[in-house]
């Protein structure tokens, strides 16, 4: 049997642009490793996770062409934060002033990243994707987890257009208002951003993954079907290590709004190391063949500000400059994930 391949994608905003080109150096190594020039990421994992910028790079990965085929790169899709992140994260002076810089209101007006959504998914549903896939957000109406799973949307009660899931699971409160959908049943969801409870989704991703038949999905005999840990490559990529230090002496009295921006950092990160904690604690229950089959690679922020929203043409640059930098700094890691990917194809 070859092993599942799952590939969980942190939320980070902006610094989606780090994984984006971490992933795209999966594609290229995997196009020059099989000589396959055309070669898509979607092609090379069994199963697909991520929670707001890594629950949309999850999406464009999977999204099918009107021939059935993958319709975009890992270059197309990091060119999304390249090309459009300066328009997405754009705020008038108007806007600024009515939202005192997102005190009152939401920081950013919703329809730059909506019409750039619109682009690239267009109408495309949910069970169109080619493979599964798992994206997270949040309902605040009923108070509980939303995951949107292509296997669910195969009934039209679960089933939702790609913009909107896209759009749900990066409504980030405070930078932008929640977002009210409607299944294709036409059932009503009101969502925010999945990283206030899953911003680190590789652990959703594996208790998924434990109740699915790849066999059937993939209509392979060569995927086993509700895998467990030992059956399961999984590779989670961050947006970032950010480790702003919160001194005692300036948060001991601190009210509301002083705690808010780093209330957010801390809940973030927080998730994601917790759940890196929780996933390296299973695999160290495995054999020794099997125990190194769980990568977190999480990139250095070197140049690049550590905020989500700071689409400022150089910072644009300065991420993908770190990217690079991790790319290089973890190349052989990187390059015996490719080998495994390739082996388990």
């Known amino acids: 049997m070859k092993k599942i391949r799952i590939l969980s994608i942190d939320g980070g905003g902006i610094r989606g642009i780090l994984p984006g080109t971490i992933i795209t150096y999966f ?78 209101d939401e920081k950013y007006e919703a329809k730059d990243l909506e019409y750039a959504l619109d682009q690239y998914f267009g109408e495309k549903v949910l069970s169109e994707l080619l493979k599964p896939c798992l994206v997270s957000s949040y309902d605040i109406r009923n108070r509980k987890a939303h995951f949107f799973t292509s296997l669910d949307a195969k009934s039209e009660l679960y089933n939702y257009r790609l913009k909107d899931v896209a759009r749900a699971t990066s409504a980030a409160p405070t930078y932008f208002e929640p977002v009210r959908i409607n299944s294709l049943y036409g059932t009503p969801h009101a969502l925010v951003d999945g990283g206030v409870f899953a911003n680190n989704p590789a652990l959703c991703a594996y208790a998924e993954a434990r109740t699915i038949r790849f066999s059937e999905v993939l209509n392979t005999a060569e995927k086993p079907d509700k895998p467990s840990a030992k059956d399961m490559l999984i ?59 769980y990568y977190r690679i999480q990139p250095e922020l070197i140049h690049a500000d550590s905020a989500m929203d700071n689409a400022k043409p150089e910072n644009l640059k300065a991420l993908h400059e770190d990217g690079l930098a991790a790319v290089e700094k973890n190349k052989e890691q990187l390059d015996e994930i490719v080998k495994k990917l390739i082996e388990n194809h």
């Open 27 to 104: 594609e290229e190594q995997i196009r020059e490793k099989t000589g396959n020039a055309t070669a898509y990421i979607g092609e090379y994992f069994d199963f697909i996770s991520g929670t707001s910028t890594g629950g949309i790079l999850s999406l464009i990965y999977l999204c099918p062409d009107k021939e059935g085929n993958y319709k975009f790169s890992a270059k197309e899709a990091l060119d999304l934060y390249l090309k459009l992140g300066g328009e997405i994260f754009n705020v008038s002076l108007k806007k600024k002033i009515e939202s005192m810089g997102g005190i009152c």
């Open 235 to 293: 590779v989670s990529v961050g947006t970032g290590s950010v480790k702003q230090p919160y001194p005692y002496e300036d948060y001991k009295d601190a009210g509301v709004l002083k705690w808010i921006n780093p209330l957010i950092d801390i809940m973030m990160s927080g998730n994601s190391e917790t759940v890196d904690y929780q996933l390296k604690k299973i695999y160290d229950t495995l054999p020794v063949e099997d125990c190194e089959d």
